[in-house]
Structure formats: structure tokens, C-alpha cells
């Protein structure tokens, strides 16, 4: 015997559509039952007014004239003879006349199994002397039985009505048959527009089931198709932001190993060769060979610093933002840039705002600016460091009076490791990580077109403004 695989085996398209199946199901099944429940009792209470109508109209006919005298009925068996050539039964009924002597007669069509049975002259014998209703059953059949007695001085005799109970009730039986079938059918229906309906609500599902097998292959580029504006459509946006995420993620990963396996090699190499050849007897060779390895030690430390910094850029909790004096950001600025180098420090303006940013972030992207302008210039160079609102952004700046940027670098000035002409010393990082705050507020970095000097430019967005 096979052993129906249980729900949890199923898929879920399978499950929702045996769920409604079952649902639908219940539904039908609660009100075929209903409906044969108060049926059978509207059927019952018809009976039973059928019986009440027959025995009524009897006892009515017996206040009446016979219609042949005009006078009283002599007989009991007259009584009976006059009612049953007046009625007609209704269907499923029986009218007898039990007379005082001899065979019963009756008006209706001929039952064999009642009128054969000794059960049913019993029971009319039986209430031949105070009436009632009882219920007689048949070979099976249910038969109701009214009896109404008559009696003509010392003779008595019986009106009876017969309701076949049965016969009555298989119309119901064909309609519950009928209803049965139906509700099949519906419930097939019902299963198969349940099981299409979930396919197609699914379908978001089992793309998003593929995308995540790809994912898993190492296909970081596949994305899903948005389609509609419901629950769905959001989860499967929110997963193709999950994507982005990841990907920029394994991306900012990668490229920091590439980077790091790339600019330390170099110093790796120069210890190696160094300690290749260092003589350990030459107290000198010794102390100029020691101060160059700690000098590339610190620049080694220098450039992970660097790569940790990009490598946090992309993460969100990067800038912790918050209402920021932007005045007392300007000021601190510049005055930390002082230290950097002997050049002419003016402070270009400030704006008196505050704004929703990382004063911290902000202010070392400035010091980087600061230290990038100051490598460019020569003692007694100008140096302007300002901030202020334009067209609804807050911009703060860097310039110099040095040599500029060649027009050529603007593009990839801001990339890793790119560094200018005449720079010599440094990694190519600062610019990378100063765009990296700029990014991380929203914003922009830009390099000014100007006659002289370089000017490099932090615009970051309105959203951020407090007024």
C-alpha cells in the first residue's frame, strides 16, 4: 500500500494548493450537510402538514350534508366513500378508507410493499379507536400514517393517510447526489486554478531560488527582474540590494588583497635583500640597515592604515553622522593644517551652519587635502581652506598656488594608487580615501578649473542640512 508523502515533503506550491483543496473541500462538504439537514426537516414538517391538511378536510366533510340526501352521513362507510371520490393525494400519498366491514379502498397509486404488508392493517387497528400519527417501517421504507377514526353508532371504521417518507426524500438524495458531483468538480476546479495561481505568485520565489544558485557558483552579476508593486516586487528588490551589497563587498575585498599584495611586495622585498646582505659584524651596516627597515615598516603600516580605511569606506556604519557645527569644523581644520608644513594658512570663509555629518571624517578629508596641497607647494606658497552654503550644498574646499593638476590626471586622479607627476612620496591613497568620506555623505569631490593652483572641492547634498 503506498504511504502518501506527508506536507512537509511537498513543495510549496503543492501545499498551498492541497490546503485550499481541503479548505474548499470542508467548506462544501459543511454546507452539503447543512443544506440536507434543513431540507429533510423542511420535507418532515411538509409531511406532516400534508397529514394535518388530509385529516382536516375529513373531519370537515363530516360537519357536511351528504351531497345525495341533503341530510347527515347514514354511515360511516358513506362518509368514507363521499371523501374519497372528492381527493384526490397528493404525491407520495395514499388515502384509505378502513370501512366498518370488508376490504379497505384507497385513492392513490398501488404500494405493493405497504398494502402486502400485515404490518400496516396492524398499526391502523391499533389506532382505530383514538387515532394518531405513528411512523411504520417496511422492508426499509419509512412510511408516516395518519389515522382518523369513524364511528356510526356501534360501528366504527378508519380514514387513513398514508405518506411514503422515502419516495419524498429521493428527490433530496438526487439533489445531494447532484450536489456531490458539483462540488467534485469545483474542488477539481478549485485545485487546479489554486495550483496556477500559486505557480504564478511563486514565480519571484523560484527566481529568486535560481539567482541564489548562481550566486552560490560564483555568478555575482545575476539580478533579478523587478516586476509589479507588491510584497514580492519588495523582497525581490530588497535582494537584489542584498546583491549589490555582496558584490561590492567581494569586490572591495579583492581589490584590497590585490592592492595589498601589490605595494607590499616592494618593501617586503627591500627588507629581504637588506637582511640578505647585512653583515652582522659591521656595527654600522648593522644601524644603517636596522633605521631602513623600520623606515619601511613604518611606511608598511602606513599603507595597510590606508587600505583598512578604503576597505571600511563601503560598510555603513563608515560616518556617524550628526548636527555639526560647520564653522567650528573650518576653523578646527585649519588650524590643525598649520602644523603640516610652513606655508601662508588663510582661512576663505566659513559657513555658519550646522549640518548633519561626521565632523570627524569630514575634517581629516580636509587634512588630506591640506597635506596633498602642501606637497605641491614651497615654504611661503598660500594655502585656503573655506566652507559655505552654494545652491543648497555645503561645500568646503582646499586650494594652492602651486603647479595644479594636469588636466589629463583629473580623471583618475581619484583612484588608488594613482599619483601625480611630481609626487614622490605617499601610496596614491589620499585622494582615494578623501573621496571615500565624500561618497560615504552622499556626496562629491571635485577639482575646480582654475588659473592657478588646484582647488579641490567637498560638495556634499542638502538632504544632510539643518536649518
Known sequence: M??????SRLSVRQRLTVTIAL???L????????????????????????LSQETGEFRALQKEPDPQTQRRFASADRLLEVFLERNLPDDNEELFAFPTSGTPKYQ?????????????????????????????????????VAVQPVRAGTQSAAFVVVHDVGSSRDDLH???????????????????????????????????????????DGDLSARLEVTGHDDLSDLQQTFNDMLDRLESAFVTQRQLLDDAGHELRTPLTVLRGHLEVLDVSDPEDVAATRALLLDETDRMSRLVNDLLMLAKAKRPDFVSARPTDVEALTHGAIDRARALADRRWLLDGVARQTALLDGQR??????????????????GDEIGIGSRIQEGSL????????????????????????????????????????AAIAEAHDGEVVIDDTEVGATFRLRLPTGGQIE
Request: net charge neutral; hydrophobic share 40%; no cysteine.
Open 2 to 7: 503506498a504511504v502518501l508523502p506527508s506536507m
Open 362 to 379: 569630514i575634517t581629516q578629508a580636509l587634512l588630506q587635502l591640506s597635506d596633498n596641497a602642501a606637497r605641491h607647494t614651497q615654504p
Open 108 to 144: 392513490g397509486e398501488y404500494d405493493a410493499t405497504l398494502q402486502k404488508s400485515a404490518a400496516f392493517p396492524a398499526l391502523v387497528e391499533q389506532l382505530k379507536e383514538k387515532g394518531g400519527t405513528r411512523t411504520l417501517e417496511i422492508d426499509s421504507r419509512t412510511y408516516r
Open 174 to 216: 438526487e439533489l445531494m447526489l447532484t450536489y456531490a458531483l458539483l462540488a467534485a468538480l469545483s474542488v477539481i476546479l478549485i485545485a487546479g486554478l489554486a495550483s496556477w495561481s500559486a505557480g504564478r505568485l511563486l514565480r519571484p520565489v523560484r527566481r529568486l531560488r535560481d539567482t541564489a544558485r548562481g550566486i552560490s
Open 395 to 434: 561645500e568646503l574646499w582646499v586650494r594652492d598656488t602651486g603647479p595644479g593638476v594636469d588636466p589629463a590626471q583629473r580623471t583618475h586622479i581619484f583612484e588608488r594608487f594613482t599619483r601625480g607627476d611630481r609626487d614622490d612620496e605617499g601610496f596614491g591613497l589620499g585622494l582615494s580615501i578623501v
Open 27 to 50: 467548506a462544501l462538504v459543511a454546507v452539503g450537510l447543512t443544506l440536507y439537514v434543513l431540507e429533510s426537516r423542511r420535507i418532515d414538517r411538509a409531511i406532516e402538514t400534508s
Open 23 to 25: 479548505l474548499t473541500s
